[in-house]
């Protein structure tokens, strides 16, 4: 069987560094008014410098997911990966699923054109939360009948269902997930007991993340929190990203 990806790294002899971020749901205060913007200026610039200490001042290789991997972008084309003028910190990059130059799914397409109508009208400081409430209120009981909608391929239809009758919230957490986000990944890649314990692995986020991936999602581009070109630029590109890079995207994604 496929070795997990940290373990995979450890057997071809890397020291794995994982990078805990302000959006990571093991931190309480993941949810707050945090934005892209704001890891690529701290979170993302403090990880690097202080693996490169660690590594005697020597570049290394950087694996980025998701708003990681915008984060890490975002970073990069403002100059915060430099360790000189003409010195990087990072030796080579893999970006996986988000890149610099954004290409979203169609139906998360329709769902960025949909947010520029209500965008502004939600409220400051509300959450969005994959897991389910206990004790659920109205809308949660709205958003989970509206998710419990979503059409599944046969292929993931058992392994979507599996656990619908058990005290486990896999099945409900995975409909979250896929409302908020997209189809994520295949049920046949997926260990049943990974999904009956999705609660345990993911969290839940601040409105402001999103309502900047609007403005990606809409311009296909890393922007800022206002929409802006603020990193994207010939200048910046050839000015700080000088190092080999990888973009994956797996082609049965539909986030």
């Not at 290409?103 to 054109?113: H, L, Y």
């Not at 990944?185 to 991936?213: M, P, S």
Request: hydrophobic share 45%; proline share 6%; charged share 20%.
């Amino acid at each position: 069987p496929a070795l997990p990806l940290p373990r995979d790294f450890v057997a071809q002899g890397y020291t794995p560094w994982l990078l805990d971020h302000r959006l990571s749901h093991r931190l309480p205060y993941a949810g707050g008014k945090h934005t892209t913007d704001t890891l690529s200026r701290f979170d993302i610039p403090l990880a690097l410098r202080r693996i490169y200490a660690e590594e005697a001042n020597q570049p290394f290789d950087v694996f980025a997911h998701c708003v990681g991997a915008a984060a890490f972008a975002m970073a990069v084309l403002r100059g915060r990966a430099d360790a000189a003028p003409d010195r990087s910190m990072v030796r080579s990059a893999t970006l996986h699923a988000v890149h610099p130059w954004i290409v979203p799914s169609a139906g998360n397409q329709f769902s960025a054109a949909l947010a520029a109508l209500y965008k502004d009208a939600l409220p400051d400081g509300l959450q969005i939360d994959p897991i389910p409430p206990k004790d659920a209120g109205l809308m949660d009981q709205v958003v989970d009948r509206i998710a419990a909608t979503l059409p599944w391929a046969l292929r993931d239809r058992l392994g979507h269902e599996q656990d619908r009758t058990r005290d486990e919230t896999g099945f409900a957490v995975c409909n979250r997930m896929t409302l908020f986000y997209g189809q994520e990944w295949l049920h046949d890649n997926l260990h049943a007991a990974t999904h009956a314990r999705l609660a345990e692995l993911v969290g839940e986020g601040g409105l402001e993340v999103f309502r900047q991936l609007f403005f990606m999602a809409l311009r296909r581009r890393l922007t800022d929190r206002n929409g802006e070109n603020a990193y994207l630029t010939h200048k910046r590109l050839m000015a700080h990203w000088t190092f080999p890079t990888l973009f994956v995207h797996g082609s049965d994604n539909r986030v």
